[in-house]
Structure formats: structure tokens, C-alpha cells
């Protein structure tokens, strides 16, 4: 089985600081991950994900992430916070045994401050 | 948001009823999904179908029901059997249902029950 694990349920920064919104999973085989974004209401957004190559990927709105395989994690970062990047952010994998079917971490609310 | 469309925005259900939300895409894609979120926990997958006329069951599929007709339309009911259907309602699509693909979301549906 598949899984997907976002420990803080909440991130607090400040506008110009970098964020970071962990994320680490478990899945037999490669692991193919993705980020999203949710504002209030409305559906997942897409922001990068990783299949195979550099383990920095780039994405939309300035985001990052890092693959680190030792790790099983993939980290969501962003050198330096906007308050418009206020949102609810989701982790997600899909491979293994499970093909074609996403498993979503329980999000993380980020919160940037002026 | 682009691409995908789901009808109505919110809906509200007596109890005992049948309610159907609608999911289209334009984008050509051959794989959907229906996900439904609650408040604090991930997206859970309902249904999802690889294409048309084929439709396979998620984690969570009782008290709901799916067709795929047309290959631009993935239209989920939630049943009376469906015990706490009040919820956000997700559908999604991607190319094929190939791990990589990434999925792209609508809107979302809230669905209330009275």
C-alpha cells in the first residue's frame, strides 16, 4: 500500500521569508509525487511533480520541490513567501502496486503574514 | 480549474434522496475520477474510470454511483445508502491513468444534506 504523510498541519511564515511544507510518503517501486495548492472552495491546483531526472523540480508561482529518496521525502519550498500564497497545500503519490490511483496527504494550511 | 466543469456549485439533499453531480471535460482526456474531501483529511477516491463505458471502484464507493457514457462526462450519484454524504466533491481527468499523468481538478461541488 501507498501512503503519504504532511506532519504539520499548519505553517506560519512571514512574507519574504522562505517556506518550506514537508511531505514524505511510502510506495513499493518508483514513486511518482505531486504537489497542489487548494484556495477556500475551489479545486486543486497543480504545481510540479517529480517522475524521474533532478530531484529539484520547478514549478508554477516560483515553487520548488526536493526529491531525496533516502529520505522518502519530497519537500514543497519557496525562497520567498507571498501573502497570496495563503492556502491549503497538498502532497500526493501515485506508482507502485496501485497504478494510476493518487493517494493524498491530509494537506497543510500555510498561513503568510504581511 | 480549466477544462474540467462541475454543476452545481453547492447542492443541498434531503434525506432518503438521490442527487447527481455533473463532471465535464474538454480537454480530451480519457481517465477520470471522483474524489471527496471533509474537513482535515486528504482527498479520498470514490470512482474513477479509464475510459469510457469502464468505470472501477475507488477506497470509498458505497452509497454512490457512476456512469461513463461519453468520454467528456463522468456524472457521480450519491444514493440514499450513502449515510454522511455532506461533503466537498471532487472530480478530476488525466491523459490515461498512467501514474505520471497528472490529474487536473474542477471546481468542486459541496453537497449539503438537510
Known amino acids: 500500500a501507498q501512503s503519504v504523510a504532511q506532519p504539520e498541519d499548519q505553517v506560519n511564515v512571514a512574507e519574504g521569508n522562505p517556506l518550506t511544507v514537508k511531505c514524505t510518503y511510502s510506495?513499493?517501486?518508483?514513486?511518482?509525487l505531486f504537489w497542489y495548492v487548494q484556495y477556500p472552495n475551489r479545486g486543486l491546483q497543480f504545481l510540479l511533480k517529480?517522475?524521474?531526472?533532478?530531484?529539484l523540480v520547478k514549478g508554477s508561482y516560483g515553487f520548488e520541490a526536493e526529491f531525496n529518496k533516502s529520505q522518502t521525502s519530497f519537500h514543497l519550498k519557496k525562497p520567498s513567501a507571498l501573502v497570496s500564497d495563503s492556502a491549503l497545500y497538498f502532497c500526493?503519490?501515485?506508482?507502485?502496486?496501485?497504478?494510476?490511483?493518487?493517494?493524498f496527504g491530509d494537506g497543510t494550511t500555510l498561513t503568510v503574514k504581511p | 480549474d480549466g477544462g474540467i466543469t462541475q454543476s452545481p456549485k453547492y447542492l443541498f439533499r434531503k434525506e432518503g434522496q438521490n442527487v447527481t453531480l455533473s463532471c465535464e471535460q474538454n480537454?480530451?482526456?480519457?481517465?477520470m475520477y471522483w474524489y471527496r474531501q471533509d474537513p482535515g483529511q486528504g482527498l479520498r477516491l470514490i470512482y474513477y474510470?479509464?475510459?469510457?463505458?469502464?468505470?472501477q471502484k475507488g477506497d470509498i464507493a458505497e452509497g454512490y454511483s457512476v456512469s461513463r457514457e461519453k468520454k467528456e462526462s463522468f456524472p457521480l450519484t450519491v444514493t440514499s445508502a450513502q449515510k454522511n454524504p455532506t461533503a466537498f466533491y471532487l472530480c478530476?481527468?488525466?491523459?490515461?491513468?498512467?501514474?505520471?499523468?497528472?490529474?487536473?481538478f474542477g471546481p468542486g461541488t459541496r453537497l449539503t444534506v438537510l
Open positions: 478530476a481527468s488525466s491523459i490515461t491513468l498512467v501514474s505520471t499523468d497528472t490529474q487536473y
Open positions: 480537454l480530451n482526456h480519457d481517465a
Open positions: 517529480y517522475i524521474t531526472g533532478d530531484n
Open positions: 474510470s479509464q475510459i469510457v463505458n469502464d468505470f
Open positions: 500526493a503519490v501515485r506508482g507502485g502496486t496501485n497504478a494510476g490511483k493518487s493517494t
Open positions: 510506495v513499493s517501486g518508483n514513486p511518482y
